[in-house]
Each structure stands twice: as structure tokens, then as C-alpha cells.
């Protein structure tokens, strides 16, 4: 009796212990689970996106996918609802991202999905936390969409400002820095749309925004450019270049050559408006202008100077006319201003000579869109919108055409 009784108790056992080993899971969990669990038990804080401040929901999406996937999501819910791939309830799987919806419309809440009918998420009432989802009559009647997000939020790599500014993603940033080794905001706009486009921009943040076509923040387009007031100090004081994807990159004082979003809270709080200066390329029509543009950055001052050795003020009009149009123009300022027909300012066109007066008359080459080419001590052959200047601007004496007829 004895003998036959072990094998009949032994083996339903042993089948009762793989059954159960089977249904056991022992997967591991993938690294956005593991960075989420890091942080259960992190208060609930609204707008808080970083453990020391508290999370809520959409910060805590943001900061996980950023630590993992190196990364940084939209900082809204209704920007995240739109990254990645929309999946079917039926086949969410681990680090897919659920949203719920209080009116089924508009999304008010986000969770990460861990497998096994599991949330984590930041509550109110609990801070980051694992719920139920479909077991939960709240979650499951409040779910609204899921999605897939393996990919960062799509930028407009195809346009040549925003390119040529990513190649400075991590450049230091230094107040008064305006070169590769270390910018400040404007500093690096203003090198950033010179060395791409040929736009020439003044140099600080609150001159630039005096330049340039306004656009409606619902209007705006990759390489349009955001401003932002009383950040470091009052009025407009920041800047950045729109990206696409709601992001935009920027010389951040706090960080480097960094992105943000429009959407985060402090720069809501900050915006100002958009400017685009894709008009303000120096004219190509006229013969005059291209050749006074080719000397940009190129050649110095120098007291006397006629030549591409170097130049002072009424020596490169002089030049440039003579190279240009076979044009003889007298050798000074005060006898350049006695030639020609007068312009008024609102009838100027490019090649017209505009004379800024300083302690004497300071001859330079009307370039377009209020825009000269004129020579200056510190700077040699450069650019100045007299619009904008709070130098030059107020020193504009008068213009003339000059013509070889």
C-alpha cells in the first residue's frame, strides 16, 4: 500500500509547483519602471517636475523619460498626449504612458504603465505611487489614451538655423560671451544667424527685439526667435531660437547651449514675443552693397585707411563705390556729403550712402531694412541697425544718391 501511495502524492505536487513557478513573473523590469519606482513615495506637488520639489503627473513623465532615454519631453499634458505612436488599450505594454481625462476630453492626469494591470504615478492624496488600472473603477473609466514613446519630440533638423545652432548644444555660457568658447543669449542668436544666414543682428537682447517682422506665438515656425522679460534683470532680458517640437535652444545663464520648452511655467510666466528676421538678409541686388558685404568682419579700422589693409569711415565708401561702380567719390566725409541727390530716409534703398553724425560725419552704405555697412574703431567693416541702436540711431545726419549717370 505504501508503495503506491508516494508516486500518486509526489507527482500531483510536483505539477502543483511548476504550475504555480509558471505563473509566477519573473521578468525584470525595464529601465523606465526601474527609474519610476526609484521615486515612489516623492511628494505630490503641482508644476513640480524634480524629486526635491515633488512631482506632478506630467513632470514625473518628463523627468523619468529624460533620466532614461536622455531625452526631455513636453512639460504639458497636452503636449505629451501628442509624442510618439497611440496604442490600443488591448496592447499596452511596460514604459507605455496612459492618460486619463476627468470631462473625456482634455487630458488632466498621465501614468506609466508597469505590466501586471499596475500605474505609477503621482497622486494627490499619496504622491508617486502603484495603483491598479483596469482593476480601478476610477482609472479604468477615466482612461482616455495610451502611447508609445521611443523617440524625442520631432525638430526641424532640415532648417539651417536650427541646425547650424545645435551644432552649440553644451557651449559654456558666459555673460558677454558672443563667440564658440562661451555666449550669452543674444551673443549666441547674433552669431548663430551671422554665421548661418548672413543676418546680421545687433547685440543685445532688447535690440534685437527692436528689429525683425513680430509673429503671433500660434504662428510660429522653426528659427523664429522667443524673447522673454525680467529674468535677470528688468525688461527684456532672454532669448532663444524655436526648434520646432514646442522647444526651443537657447545660451541658458543658469546651465550652457541648452533646450527648453515654451510650455514650461517660468518661461509662460516670462514670454514676451517672437520675432523672425528672415528678411533681414543683407540685399544681393545691389552691386554696391555685395561689395561692402564682403569686407563684414573681414577688414579693421585704421586711421587713413583706403585699402583692404585696413579702412576708416569715409576711406571704405570711398573703396567700395570706386570697386563697385567704377565711382570716384571724394577722399573725406564732409566732401562725400556735398555729392549726389538727397534721399529722404523713407525713400532709401540699398547702395544709398546714410551719413551718422559724431563728433564728424560718419559716411556708411545703406544695406536694406534699416539695416548700414559703415566702419567703426572697435569693430572694422561691420553692421548696424539704426533702427535698433541706441548709438547710431539717434545720430542720423542724412542720405544721398549716388549714381554713375
Not at 20 to 43: C, M, N, Y
Not at 46 to 53: I, K, L, R, V
Request: proline share 5%; aromatic share 12%.
Amino acid at each position: 500500500m505504501k508503495i503506491f501511495k508516494k508516486p500518486f502524492v509526489f507527482i500531483p505536487i510536483t505539477i502543483m509547483m511548476i504550475v504555480l513557478i509558471w505563473q509566477v513573473d519573473f521578468s525584470t523590469p525595464g529601465p523606465i519602471i526601474k527609474e519610476a519606482e526609484r521615486h515612489v513615495g516623492v511628494a505630490y506637488e503641482e508644476g513640480g517636475s524634480f524629486p526635491e520639489q515633488g512631482f506632478d503627473s506630467s513632470g514625473f513623465v518628463q523627468y523619468v523619460f529624460n533620466e532614461v532615454e536622455g531625452f526631455m519631453l513636453p512639460r504639458t499634458l497636452e503636449q505629451q498626449i501628442e509624442q510618439g505612436e497611440e496604442i490600443r488599450r488591448e496592447d499596452i505594454q511596460e514604459g507605455d504612458v496612459v492618460f486619463f481625462s476627468k470631462d473625456g476630453e482634455d487630458a488632466s492626469h498621465s501614468a506609466i504603465y508597469m505590466g501586471d494591470d499596475r500605474l505609477i504615478h503621482p497622486t494627490a492624496s499619496n504622491g508617486v505611487e502603484v495603483t491598479r488600472f483596469e482593476e480601478s473603477g476610477y482609472w479604468s473609466d477615466n482612461f482616455i489614451e495610451a502611447r508609445r514613446i521611443t523617440e524625442p519630440p520631432d525638430i526641424a533638423e532640415d532648417n539651417d538655423i536650427v541646425a547650424g545652432a545645435h551644432e552649440y548644444l553644451g557651449v559654456p555660457y558666459e555673460f558677454g560671451g558672443e563667440t564658440p568658447e562661451a555666449f550669452d543669449c543674444s551673443g549666441f542668436i547674433q552669431h548663430v544667424f551671422e554665421e548661418v544666414s548672413d543676418i546680421y543682428l545687433p547685440r543685445t537682447t532688447d535690440q534685437q527685439w527692436e528689429t525683425g517682422e513680430e509673429v503671433d506665438l500660434e504662428d510660429i515656425e522653426p528659427g523664429d526667435v522667443l524673447f522673454f522679460s525680467d529674468t535677470y534683470r528688468e525688461g527684456i532680458s532672454h532669448n532663444g531660437i524655436y526648434i520646432g517640437g514646442g522647444q526651443f535652444i537657447h545660451a541658458s545663464r543658469t546651465q550652457e547651449v541648452t533646450t527648453s520648452y515654451v510650455s514650461a511655467d517660468y518661461w509662460q510666466e516670462k514670454f514676451t514675443g517672437v520675432k523672425r528676421f528672415s528678411d533681414l538678409k543683407i540685399s544681393s541686388d545691389s552691386p554696391i552693397v555685395t561689395e561692402a558685404a564682403r569686407y563684414i568682419g573681414e577688414i579693421p579700422y585704421q586711421r587713413g585707411g583706403t585699402t583692404r589693409e585696413g579702412f576708416d569711415t569715409a576711406g571704405f565708401v570711398e573703396y567700395v563705390f570706386e570697386e563697385a561702380e567704377g565711382i570716384e567719390l571724394p577722399r573725406y566725409a564732409d566732401e562725400q556729403w556735398e555729392e549726389g541727390e538727397h534721399v529722404d530716409r523713407e525713400d532709401l534703398i540699398p547702395g544709398d550712402i546714410v551719413f551718422l553724425e559724431v563728433d564728424y560725419l560718419n559716411p556708411a552704405i545703406y544695406a536694406g531694412n534699416e539695416q548700414v555697412v559703415h566702419v567703426t574703431p572697435e569693430d572694422g567693416v561691420t553692421v548696424t541697425n539704426i533702427e535698433a541702436s541706441n548709438y547710431w540711431g539717434p545720430k542720423y545726419y542724412g542720405a544721398k544718391r549716388i549714381t554713375s549717370g
